[in-house]
């Protein structure tokens, strides 16, 4: 079967919602040909969050498997369509508790290398085998290469939220955290191959860069993922699903 590696929600249930949701999706994934996921959890305020990823730690599915909890944030740099808790700081003690509310479970945490602190909390990560995705980021080349030497090996839904730097000298092409990750080759990425989230070109240089083996295919599903378009309200905010593509607003 296949297993997706980021995925918010599912028909009208959504993972940050409550236990009772993340069983429903379990439930549902399988007639997708999913058989094994990471729910992916988006930040609340501090105290929150390890107690609510906890009560999903209680969650023992029937159908698909869940193979650990996907972190995407607090320690992030860019919220994107995130709520603004995926910014948080950088706690060491906070870190330890989440590994320690996700048990029996692994937890993996998405970050951003320009993070500040993130250099002191990749190691806690590391320590306790908690993979260290990449992500909602405006690093440098040198702040993702740090980031990839303390052990973040792989960048979640590669390309969005991954701004291009600015130019700062007159004609010299200016190289972020896109071109790091690609340049190396211990990294692999995922991105959302769905014809909107990513150009076709950008897909074949990922593709040429690191070899199939080092790509996934991800759904970062939310919501209204296998419903009829309409409207429907994440993170507090409405939201419009029509085609291929969610949009604010």
Do not use: W
Not at 110 to 116: G, I, N
């Amino acid at each position: 079967g296949l297993i997706d590696l980021h995925t918010h929600g599912l028909h009208s249930y959504r993972i940050d919602n409550d236990p009772d949701d993340l069983d429903n999706i379990c439930r549902l994934l399988p007639q997708y040909g999913v058989t094994g996921f990471l729910p992916t959890v988006c930040p609340r305020p501090k105290r929150q969050l390890a107690e609510f990823l906890g009560r999903l730690a209680k969650v023992q599915s029937k159908a698909a498997e869940i193979l650990g909890f996907h972190l995407e944030g607090p320690f992030l740099s860019l919220t994107g369509a995130l709520p603004p808790e995926a910014i948080g700081t950088a706690d060491r003690e906070r870190t330890r508790a989440l590994i320690e509310a996700a048990r029996p479970y692994k937890a993996i945490f998405s970050v951003a290398p320009d993070f500040e602190g993130i250099g002191g909390l990749i190691p806690i990560m590391a320590k306790n085998n908690t993979p260290v995705f990449m992500t909602h980021t405006g690093a440098s080349v040198s702040q993702t290469q740090a980031a990839i030497a303390l052990g973040a090996k792989h960048a979640t839904h590669f390309y969005d939220v991954f701004p291009c730097p600015n130019e700062t000298d007159p004609g010299v092409r200016p190289c972020g955290a896109v071109e790091a990750i690609l340049a190396d080759p211990d990294v692999s990425v995922d991105f959302i191959l769905d014809g909107e989230h990513v150009d076709p070109v950008a897909v074949k240089m990922a593709l040429q860069c690191k070899g199939p083996d080092k790509v996934c295919l991800i759904t970062d599903a939310n919501i209204g993922a296998g419903l009829p378009p309409g409207k429907y309200t994440s993170f507090g905010t409405e939201i419009e699903f029509a085609y291929q593509a969610v949009r604010q607003g």
